[in-house]
C-alpha cells in the first residue's frame, strides 16, 4: 500500500473518530451497532413458563429500573420503558436474538450493568412470546 493511500486511510479513521455525538445519538448508535452484533449464546439457558406481558414487565421492574433514563421526558436512545408502543419498537416479535433491546440488556450488552437476571430473562419471555401488551 503506498504512503498517499495510508495517509489517507488515516486521516479519514481519525476524523470518524473525533465527531462528537450527543448523548441520545451516541446511544442510538451503540444500539443499533448492537443489533448487527450475533445473539448472545447465554439465551439458550432460558426458561419461560408463563405468558409474560407488558404487565409483568412493569411487575419485574423495567420502570423502577430503566425509567431514570428511558422515560417520557428523557427518553434516551428513543426510548421510553414506562409506553407499551416505545418499547416494542425495539424488539423483533418472537426474536430475542436478533432485538436490540435484548441484546442491550443481556450479558455484553451496553445495558448489562444497570438490569439484573430477572428482568433480563423476563424481557427475553416477553420478546419470546410475541411481545404483547
Excluded at 421510553?80 to 424488539?91: E, G, H, R, T
Aim: proline share 2%.
Amino acid at each position: 500500500m503506498n504512503n498517499n493511500l495510508r495517509i489517507l486511510i488515516f486521516l479519514l479513521t481519525s476524523f470518524l473518530y473525533s465527531c462528537e455525538y450527543n448523548g441520545a445519538a451516541k446511544k442510538e448508535r451503540e444500539l443499533f451497532l448492537i443489533s448487527l452484533l450475533p445473539a448472545n449464546s447465554s439465551t439458550a439457558t432460558i426458561q419461560c413458563s408463563n405468558q409474560t406481558n407488558f404487565t409483568t414487565l412493569k411487575s419485574v421492574g423495567i420502570v423502577n429500573t430503566c425509567g431514570s433514563c428511558h422515560n417520557a421526558s428523557t427518553a434516551n436512545a428513543g426510548l421510553d420503558v414506562s409506553n407499551f408502543s416505545s418499547l416494542s419498537a425495539k424488539i423483533v416479535s418472537g426474536s430475542p436474538s436478533v432485538s436490540t433491546l435484548y441484546k442491550a440488556v443481556s450479558a455484553g450488552g451496553v445495558m448489562s450493568q444497570y438490569t439484573n437476571k430477572t428482568l433480563t430473562d423476563s424481557i427475553y419471555c416477553w420478546i419470546k412470546g410475541g411481545g404483547l401488551q
